[in-house]
């Protein structure tokens, strides 16, 4: 088996470090130097290192025909074609679990930044403008709020778990009714929108949930409903939440993500009911480093034995094809 490593796309710089100095691996160069870099080292590859934000195309993978595995550094793998992946016998791993809480963390602490105004209120301090105003507008209360949580997966029932310590009501909408959840389900996403105060997306990414949260589901949730998306920019129609925002067709809204990262609509940046954050969910120095931990534990596990640790849940953690 081919077991010369390939970084694509930038990484964590002490990750970065050690597969260069542990593994001797290489670097996919993103320029002019690609192609002649792939034709020179493309038939050595085995294994790929990656992240949630670069992934590896069908075409990339065409270019590298020994490989084994995709490591990639991130529990979302939207920009992974997984199906090719599968197609050729190729396994892909993620990291999930070591992410949960925090990303969790970010969604709790983005809706109470959302309903109680808070980065708002803090530029309204550092503008000079409490001694010059007075008193700062009143904002939205969090606890009791009725809260839908689109996607009860790990990290949903986590966001779950931690609003039900507010009193909040909450209620779902996944692919399936979970069996013996607590949570009362709702069979559509704009069912779900329709009867909460705060959709939070805690969905997957990729074309299966693309605009899954469109101007219906957002007129649902109404000019009294906040939305929440710690998940990816895709599954919302951006240019319909953008404009329902700046219309007051709905109340506000706190993003980690968006469509077209790292452009955000400059539409929002004047809004004070909306909270944006840069794509930072899992980012803390203990997350990272549990993320960066299983990102190697996954590519030694396939080094030694052929298999992964965590494989996506589309494929076993053994690749089928890889005999071919
Ligand atoms: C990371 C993420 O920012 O895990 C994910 O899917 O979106 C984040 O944790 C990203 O993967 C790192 O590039």
Known sequence: MNRRILQVGPLKPSLAATLTERYDALVLPDDHARAAFLAEHGPSIGAVVTTGRTGVTADLMAQLPSLGA???FGVGY????VEEAAARGVLVSHTPDVLTDCVADTAIGLTIDTLRTQ??????????DWPATGSYPLARKVSGKR???LGLGRIG????TRFEAFGCPISYHSRREVPGSPYRYAASPAALAADVDVL?????GGSSTRHLVDRTVLEALGPEGYLINIARGSVVDQAALVELLLAGGIAGAGLDVYTNEPEVPAELMALDNVVLLPHL????VETRAAMEQLTLDNLDRWLADGTVLTPVPEMPSRGAARSR
């Open 119 to 128: 980065s708002a209120a803090d530029r309204f301090v550092r503008r000079g």
């Open 200 to 204: 939070v997306l805690a969905t997957s």
């Open 281 to 284: 969910a899992s980012g803390t």
């Open 147 to 149: 809260v839908g949580i």
């Open 157 to 160: 029932r986590a966001i779950a």
């Open 78 to 81: 939207d920009a992974i074609d």
């Open 70 to 72: 995709i490591v990639n």
